[in-house]
């Protein structure tokens, strides 16, 4: 299984920047240039410059979740939506799970049970989603349509048969690092599982993946196309480059990966947004709206944020209420997210008009 972009969000600071720069502007509508976004949508946004502060402990939380009805043995995975990090366990039988010691942060929570299907749900864990504890809880629904049919997702290829067991073991040993937060030490693992198997697809979209949550997004590029390269069907690798083809400023050239991507799987939250976001950025509106809320229902709580996309489309067009109801939204769903306290000022403006 691989963990997609998703993993990575979306768009660099300067992008969202501009979102939020029109947001908070009296015009209703702006022709002011659009650029840089993809799966990261925001959540990497807004830099806090100020002088350092001493060292202080960081709090940490406690996810603890439920999936229902109980689908039996399943395994569920954890992945950090704006920065590397990638955690396991397994759900009891009556489909509760829990993660320690969490950052405050965006997830992806990814619930697998074998012979029944896969679901996939954002959580946002930090101070306000937890109570006095610093536990967060999230319920995973496990019924249809939310089920992932597992049929084409889970074909063994002749190129993955041939991938040597120590390429194997490096992979999982990185994923392992990642939960433990070291992240160059698990970039040692994908280069060292690449170098000795080069068609070693899913290692290729790691680091990708992994380039891109930490901003490197040409590099991110590279290895996305390396990944495609060696498994062309790749569902993971071409929703992976549209997002960074956006992040890079290419929307024109993203637009075949985000078309083939929602082709494939026209249910998935991620390749929605990423449909949205790539109309958004060509400046087409009319046609980004339907992706949006398409990816808003299927995924509440994405780490894209169509929410501001959609709030920033409604300014422009002077659809006040409109915008102010997707404001709220986020702000219930993102309290905690860096750029939260402008959503809060863009807010206050709009229902003091």
């Not at 999936?67 to 990090?85: K, N, R």
């Not at 599982?193 to 697809?201: D, G, K, L, R």
């Not at 997002?243 to 050239?253: A, F, M, Q, S, Y």
Request: with cysteine; charged share 25%.
């Amino acid at each position: 299984m691989n963990l997609p972009v998703h993993c990575l969000g979306g768009t660099g600071g300067s992008a969202c920047r501009a979102v939020f720069s029109r947001l908070l502007s009296q015009r209703s509508c702006c022709t002011s240039t659009h650029f840089g976004s993809g799966t990261l949508a925001c959540v990497l946004l807004i830099l806090v410059l100020a002088a350092p502060l001493p060292a202080a402990k960081k709090k940490t939380f406690e996810l603890r979740g439920n999936i229902a009805p109980a689908p039996g043995p399943a395994v569920v995975m954890l992945s950090g939506a704006t920065s590397p990090f990638i955690a396991r366990t397994i759900a009891d039988s009556n489909g509760d799970f829990k993660f320690r010691k969490l950052d405050p942060a965006a997830y992806k929570v990814w619930v697998f049970a074998p012979g029944e299907g896969e679901v996939e749900q954002t959580v946002e864990v930090g101070p306000s989603t937890a109570d006095k504890k610093r536990r967060v809880a999230v319920s995973i629904p496990f019924t249809s349509p939310a089920i992932t049919s597992l049929a084409q997702r889970h074909k063994v290829s002749v190129r993955d048969l041939s991938i040597p067991p120590e390429a194997k073991l490096d992979f999982v040993e990185a994923r392992r690092l990642f939960g433990r937060k070291d992240t160059d030490g698990a970039i040692r693992r994908l280069e060292h599982a690449v170098q000795i198997a080069p068609q070693f697809a899913a290692a290729w979209n790691e680091l990708g993946t992994t380039a891109y949550l930490t901003e490197r997004y040409a590099e991110a590029e590279g290895y996305f196309r390396k990944a495609l390269e060696n498994d062309p069907g790749s569902f993971q690798a071409i929703v992976n480059l549209g997002g960074v083809l956006l992040n890079l400023k290419r929307p024109d050239e993203a637009l075949k990966y985000n078309t083939f991507a929602l082709g494939d799987r026209p249910k998935d939250a991620l390749a929605n947004t990423q449909m949205g976001l790539n109309y958004y950025f060509l400046g087409d509106f009319d046609a980004a709206i339907p992706y949006l809320r398409e990816a808003k229902s299927r995924d509440p709580a994405h780490f894209s944020f169509p929410q501001l996309y959609l709030a920033d489309i409604y300014v422009r067009r002077g659809a006040k209420q409109a915008a102010i109801l997707e404001l709220e939204d986020f702000l219930v769903r993102h309290p905690d997210a860096k750029d939260a306290p402008l959503a809060r000022e863009r807010l206050e403006q709009l229902r003091a008009k």
